[in-house]
């Protein structure tokens, strides 16, 4: 296990709920982050350049979201700050993209 830092409630990789404001926890690195790459892929429903059409309901590691109905099957939306990592995934993608 290693500490996760953080500020105020940012989420903690691999856990569920808020904690208390500004408290760090213990997680396991390797639950998170083995996945694939943050990439933007579009918002409000409108593809990226290079992107097709029907890129959303938007799949795993995929932004910007709004809501969880923008996420495929079984996925949910991860609303973060800044370059909170994503549970699951690698890389940081772009600053306050869900």
């Not at 105020?8 to 856990?15: E, M, S």
């Amino acid at each position: 296990l290693l500490c996760f830092n953080r500020n105020g409630f940012d989420q903690v990789p691999g856990c569920e709920g808020r904690g208390s404001s500004g408290w760090d926890y213990c997680y396991a690195p390797a639950c998170c982050g083995d996945g694939p790459e943050v990439e933007d892929a579009g918002n409000n429903g409108n593809p990226y350049s290079g992107y097709p059409a029907d890129v959303f309901p938007l799949g795993l590691c995929q932004g910007d979201c709004d809501n969880d109905s923008e996420c495929g099957e079984g996925l949910v939306c991860f609303n973060r700050n800044g370059f909170t990592d994503v549970p699951g995934c690698t890389g940081s993608g772009t600053s306050s993209t869900d």
